[in-house]
């Protein structure tokens, strides 16, 4: 899989199409990257948001802090500086947990 510069670019006139992409990343690994990458290289979206949940009752998980850094470190890794891929901490700051789906509904 290429992390090479083929995605697609936005343009003023297009509607943005953003993938995204929720999970614990507790921690975050290849595969995580991988389906990130390919979604880019298929071109099904023009940005791939990474959303770390917020607390979880079901799941003993690191602390924030932790998974957020872990998930900056993997991304800055796997991905050039130019990668549409970006990392949202919106459940984190929320305090509690949202259903990543939620997020679906914002219009971009």
Known sequence: VSTQ???????MDSRKRVAV???SFNPPTNAHMLMAAETLNLRAADEVWFVPCGTRDDKVIETNANRLEMLSIAVAEFFPSEAPVKIDDIEMRNGRLIPTYYLSLIHI
């Open 5 to 11: 510069s083929t995605w697609g670019k936005f343009t």
């Open 21 to 23: 992409f929720g999970g």
